[in-house]
Nanobody, 115 residues
Framework: QVQLVESGGGLVQPGGSLRLSCAAS????????MGWYRQGPGTGRDFVAD???????SYAVAAQGRFTISRDNAKNTVYLQMNSLKPEDTAVYYC?????????WGQGTLVTVSS
């Protein structure tokens, strides 16, 4: 099994920045994807960004140019640097881990963008 522990959410003013972290532990395969999804008030869970063990990241349109996903393979940790945050970025952000035959979700971390 794989476990995910997220951190870094909180309250930030519009235009501010936050960095989310997600550490994976357990039976981790060398080839995997780690990423972030979010669920705003009254909406479904939407893709934000993901990144493979080795290779290029993918972003949702809403995240391009403002968010950057990165990972530290030695620590099995993925990061989401969020800049120029907007009130519409307010959501619970979920870490996602995928490998062959397995998909795991984190518990979610709340990001609130408000003045």
């Amino acid at each position: 099994q794989v476990q995910l522990v997220e951190s870094g959410g909180g309250l930030v003013q519009p235009g501010g920045s936050l960095r989310l972290s997600c550490a994976a532990s357990g039976s981790i395969l060398s080839a995997n994807f780690m990423g972030w999804y979010r669920q705003g008030p009254g909406t479904g869970r939407d893709f934000v960004a993901d990144i493979p063990t080795y290779g290029s990241a993918s972003y949702a349109v809403a995240a391009q140019g403002r968010f950057t996903i990165s990972r530290d393979n030695a620590k099995n940790t993925v990061y989401l640097q969020m800049n120029s945050l907007k009130p519409e970025d307010t959501a619970v952000y979920y870490c996602n881990y995928r490998q062959i035959g397995l998909e795991v979700w984190g518990q979610g971390t709340l990001v609130t963008v408000s003045s």
